[in-house]
Structures are given as C-alpha cells and as structure tokens.
C-alpha cells in the first residue's frame, strides 16, 4: 500500500531560493520520516519527527507535521546545487515497516 | 561505526537466469534488514523485510524470495528472472522496527 504521497513530483527553483515539499499520508503514525537520494545512490536519512512533535528543525531543514490533516512538509532554505536530489517521506506502517511515497524531485538551477 | 554493502553494483542478466544479490552488515547486532526495489523515477517498493535469522516476511508475490542465513547477512534471489525485475534494487538496515533506516548503495539490475 502507498501511504506517503509527495507533491509536487517534480520542482525546480534557483540556487538561495527555499524549496517546499510536501507529503500527505492516510492512516495513523508513530513518525514521520525525509530521506534524500542522489541520481543512482541509496537512500540518506534526513529527519524524523513524532506524531507527538509539530516541527522540527536540522540545519537549513525544517519539518512540520499536522496529523489532523494528515499531512507534513519539508523546506530546505538557502538552496544550494548540492540539494539537488530527489525527496521521499515515509511513514510506519504497523510494526517493523515503513512506507515510501513516490518522491519529489528537486533540482537547483545555479 | 555501522557500515552496509551491497554486491554487485551493477548486473545484466538475461530472461530465465538464476539471481542472488547479497547484502551485509557490519558494526551491530540483530538488526532489522529490508530488500527495496525501485523502478526508474519512482518511489520504493517493499519487497522483504526479516526481524531475526531464518524469518523472513514477503510483501509482494513474485518471483523473488529473501533469506536471512546469518544475522547481518540478506540475500534476494530468483530462480528465473523476468523482465519485470529490472530495476534498483536496495537493501536496508535499522535497530528499532520503525525507525531511521540504513541504505546499501544499491543494485542496478537489468534483465534482457
């Protein structure tokens, strides 16, 4: 079952620019999690935050999560060419899994 | 520090021919392991996933099947691959069964 749904599937913007992305999700969670991945390369994790925890920040990344509307967003601030990558949030599904969403992906004009 | 391998990087098989991808971890212990697959352009399809040695839990009917032989040790494979099963294929590992996972760099594998 697909649980996170990232929007939009593509963005583009310029380099100092901040990127927005966001994903809607169906059922109950324990957490919310980003990951990053490059052209070709695994996956890297970003930040996780709790059903319990509105926002979440990590360097030039900020999280929230709204669990009435079933939904989180990621923004990356002062975008720089090396943010380019694609986006994926996932979200526990039961015990033991997590559930990808289809990705966003982002590329940095410099 | 923890570390996760994958091999081979990159494989091309012909239709019908056998498979084995293997996945290792090192530096922990009892981890929870994960065998992904991603099409191009898309997002990741669970495939299997095993909680301790010798258990293995599938999620999608296929071809393929998972084993756990050792406790840092995954294994996909397929006794005749389709053209289906081309794709990324990407192993992962976490301590708690909901938390951050760990990815391999992942397999490459088209089938002609």
């Known amino acids: 079952s697909q649980q996170g749904e990232e929007d939009p599937q593509a963005l583009s913007i310029q380099e100092g620019e901040n990127a927005t992305m966001n994903c809607s999700y169906k059922?109950?969670?324990?957490?919310l999690q980003w990951y990053r991945q490059n052209s070709g390369r695994g996956l890297v994790h970003l930040i996780l935050?709790?059903?319990?925890?509105r926002e979440k920040h990590s360097g030039r990344l900020r999280v929230t999560l709204d669990t009435s509307k079933k939904s989180s967003s990621l923004l990356i601030t002062a975008s720089r060419a090396a943010d380019t990558a694609s986006y994926f949030c996932a979200t526990d599904e039961g015990a033991q899994k997590l559930v990808f969403g289809q990705g966003t992906r982002l590329t940095i004009n410099p | 520090s923890q570390t996760i391998h994958q091999w081979p990087a990159t494989l091309v098989q012909p239709v019908g021919s056998p498979l084995s991808l293997e996945c290792t971890v090192e530096?922990?212990?009892?981890?929870?392991l994960y065998w992904y697959r991603q099409a191009a352009g898309r997002g990741l399809q669970l495939l299997f996933y095993?909680?301790?040695?010798?258990?293995i839990s599938s999620e999608v009917p296929q071809n393929l099947s998972a084993s756990r032989p050792q406790d840092r040790q995954f294994i996909l494979s397929s006794k005749k691959l389709l053209l289906s099963d081309s794709g990324f294929y990407l192993c992962?590992?976490?301590?708690?069964?909901?938390?951050?996972?760990?990815f391999g760099p992942g397999t490459r594998l088209t089938v002609l």
């Open positions: 935050i709790r059903s319990n925890e």
């Open positions: 059922t109950s969670i324990n957490n």
């Open positions: 095993s909680v301790g040695i010798g258990q």
């Open positions: 530096g922990t212990s009892n981890p929870n």
């Open positions: 992962a590992w976490t301590r708690t069964s909901v938390g951050e996972q760990f």
